[in-house]
């Protein structure tokens, strides 16, 4: 896998770090801003989520900060790959913890008000009121009533676990996500990227019209003026490159 320090060798990248890890705030400071790429590719999952973008990305870097600190230089193991996890971790803690819904204080009394006619006809007449019921007696639209109601409707955390004693405590996140590891996803787009940019001109017009256009073989050889079999050729040359870069 290509680090984002392209310019430091291996040797030099691990002096940074130790230097780093020592205290050394300038070379912390070099680390952060030679590795800026990769964490903005990750901060750029998260925009959209109510928080502004600056501050996802100094979370970024506090969790790139984390990754120096703990790196250990005698594993074989690349930076990015290292680092990935903990920038999406500290991302991901930050928004759980600052991310929860603000409920406006008039939406709160409706659906005060609402509970407390709910319960009062209970107790009286043995059933609920309906939405429309509700709607109807307190002169508001029904989706005024189900928007105040789910509105202060306890939120579960995708991060708490369920705690029932079953044989299932995962986390809600661990439920809905994919088999496959999240952080290994992101650094092996990340990769994909840095070796697009890359190839020659021919090689990237391959890959675009072949993956991205959603051309055959056939189809790019008419478009670049080539044949099949050296579309097929420059491909294989492609895609055998990215797995050994993506497993070494």
């Given amino acids: ?104 204080r008039s939406t709160k009394e409706l659906a005060s008000k609402i509970m407390q006619l709910q319960k009062e006809y209970l107790d009286k007449e043995g059933r609920e009121l309906s939405v429309s019921e509700i709607a109807k007696m307190l002169k508001i639209a029904k989706e005024e009533i189900s928007f105040a109601l789910d509105a202060v409707k306890p939120v579960n955390s995708i991060y708490e676990e369920r705690g029932n004693g079953s044989d299932d405590d995962r986390t809600i996140m661990d439920r809905l996500a994919s088999k496959e590891d999240e952080a290994t996803t992101i650094t092996n787009k990340i990769v994909i990227k840095q070796l697009i940019e890359n190839l020659n001109e021919r090689e990237k017009q391959v890959i675009l019209l072949r993956f991205y256009r959603d051309k055959t073989q056939a189809q790019v050889a008419k478009v670049l003026g080539i044949t099949q079999v050296q579309v097929s050729r420059i491909e294989r040359k492609i895609l055998d490159n990215m797995k050994l870069k993506l497993t070494s």
Avoid at 61 to 70: D, H, L, T, V
């Fill in 1 to 104: 896998m290509q680090e984002t320090t392209k310019r430091m060798s291996r040797e030099e990248l691990y002096q940074s770090i130790d230097k780093a890890k020592n205290g050394n705030q300038e070379e912390m400071t070099n680390l952060i801003e030679n590795n800026k790429g990769l964490i903005w590719n990750i901060v750029k999952r998260f925009i959209g989520r109510g928080v502004e973008t600056e501050d996802i990305y100094q979370i970024g870097c506090m969790g790139f900060i984390k990754a120096i600190k703990r790196f250990d230089t005698s594993l074989e193991v690349q930076l990015s790959t290292y680092a990935v996890p903990y920038i999406l971790g500290e991302i991901k803690k930050f928004i759980r913890d600052d991310g929860a819904i603000k409920v406006s």
